[in-house]
């Protein structure tokens, strides 16, 4: 296989939809770092995806309380919101297994989709919604190109995405186990991104 830009890692090539974007160290640019961004859609238009370890003191009782959604005493008042990016944060996006029939959802991979509607968030304050899901405040969006820059200079690692990880496991283990999928202990690498 020939590659026409021996600097670019194959992976850029790829299509990156249902992968993790892992930051690197170096990247500590607040929202992003030791971000986890599960990337549901990456073309040739662009990438966007929702940070996956970003935690905010907002819950979904919050939030359903300013949306004035009637709720019911049967669901998880205190499930947090997570920051899902720095993009329209003033918007709602559920990412969740399984996919289900929703008014406005983008359907990542068979089992996992990204819903705005706000039918989704009217299930989730009855108990009625996914049992798995991610409730996130904006998201992160690339442009064109962008997206496969950026993996180029080494300010994210990229891998297929784990479904546990996003559901399961706590929170502030997300970005050490999304790098451990790919051998990669991060607390051994440098803050200094191309430098040995």
Same mark, same amino acid.
């Given at each position: 296989? !020939?590659?026409?830009?021996?600097?670019?890692?194959?992976?850029?090539?790829?299509?990156?939809?249902?992968?993790?974007?892992?930051a690197?160290? =170096?990247?500590n640019?607040?929202?992003?770092? @030791? !971000?986890?961004? /599960?990337?549901?859609?990456?073309?040739?238009?662009?990438?966007?995806?929702?940070?996956?370890?970003?935690?905010?003191?907002?819950?979904?009782?919050?939030i359903? =309380?300013?949306?004035?959604?009637?709720?019911?005493?049967?669901?998880?008042?205190?499930?947090?919101?997570?920051?899902?990016?720095?993009?329209?944060?003033?918007?709602?996006f559920?990412?969740?297994?399984?996919?289900?029939? %929703? @008014? =406005? &959802?983008?359907? +990542?991979?068979? @089992? +996992?989709?990204l819903?705005?509607?706000?039918?989704?968030?009217?299930?989730?304050v009855?108990?009625?919604?996914?049992?798995?899901?991610? +409730?996130?405040?904006? /998201?992160?969006? %690339?442009?064109?190109?962008?997206?496969?820059?950026?993996?180029?200079?080494?300010? %994210?690692?990229?891998?297929?995405?784990?479904?546990?990880?996003?559901f399961?496991?706590?929170?502030?283990?997300? %970005?050490?186990?999304? !790098?451990?999928?790919?051998?990669?202990?991060? &607390?051994?690498?440098?803050?200094?991104?191309?430098? !040995?």
């Amino acid at each position: 296989m !020939a590659d026409t830009d021996d600097s670019t890692p194959n992976e850029t090539a790829d299509n990156l939809t249902g992968h993790f974007l892992i930051a690197m160290p =170096s990247l500590n640019d607040g929202i992003f770092n @030791k !971000a986890v961004t /599960y990337i549901c859609e990456h073309d040739e238009s662009g990438s966007f995806g929702i940070i996956i370890n970003q935690q905010t003191s907002i819950t979904l009782e919050q939030i359903a =309380s300013e949306m004035k959604i009637e709720t019911s005493d049967n669901y998880n008042h205190n499930k947090p919101i997570f920051l899902g990016g720095p993009v329209d944060q003033g918007r709602g996006f559920i990412l969740h297994r399984p996919s289900g029939e %929703w @008014k =406005s &959802s983008l359907k +990542v991979n068979d @089992k +996992v989709a990204l819903t705005t509607s706000q039918d989704i968030l009217q299930a989730l304050v009855h108990d009625e919604g996914p049992k798995d899901c991610i +409730v996130a405040l904006g /998201y992160a969006g %690339w442009a064109a190109g962008q997206l496969d820059e950026e993996i180029a200079s080494n300010t %994210w690692l990229s891998c297929p995405a784990d479904e546990q990880i996003i559901f399961d496991t706590p929170i502030e283990e997300r %970005w050490k186990a999304a !790098a451990n999928l790919i051998g990669i202990d991060l &607390s051994l690498l440098s803050n200094d991104a191309g430098h !040995a």
